[in-house]
């Protein structure tokens, strides 16, 4: 079963760091796409940031400049440094990827559990 577990989050005040990570494990044979989008209450989901195999990330324009995305091949792996974190970053935030676990197969989309990140004023 393929799956995507995420870790990192936490409470941290604003100006500060967190690292989230996401790992996709079972039998994955290709990724297409890995990134992370996030969602604050009352809110719709939005993209963070995302990174095509292969291809350049891209971000949004409220975090450029502050987060980089960054994928590990090898692990399957794909990581978010937030830095200089404000109080409007507060939200779930959860990692997606594009992908497939038998070549015959169309890719799909995958979820993280998502993980809480907390920016205190």
């Known amino acids: 079963q393929v799956q995507l577990v995420e870790s990192g989050g936490g409470l941290v005040q604003a100006g500060g760091s967190l690292r989230l990570s996401c790992a996709a494990s079972?039998?994955?044979?290709?990724?297409?796409?890995m990134g992370w989008r996030r969602q604050a209450p009352g809110k719709q989901r939005e993209l963070v940031a995302q990174?095509?195999?292969?291809?350049?990330?891209n971000y949004a324009d409220s975090v450029k400049g502050r987060f980089i995305i960054d994928r590990d091949y090898t692990k399957n792996t794909v990581y978010l440094q937030m830095n200089n974190l404000q109080p409007e970053d507060t939200a779930v935030y959860y990692c997606?990827?594009?992908?497939?676990?038998?070549?015959?197969?169309?890719?799909?989309?995958?979820w993280g559990q998502g993980t809480q990140v907390t920016v205190s004023s």
């Open positions: 990174f095509p195999t292969g291809g350049r990330p």
């Open positions: 079972g039998s994955v044979v290709n990724i297409d796409l």
């Open positions: 997606n990827a594009l992908m497939k676990s038998d070549w015959r197969e169309p890719s799909s989309a995958y």
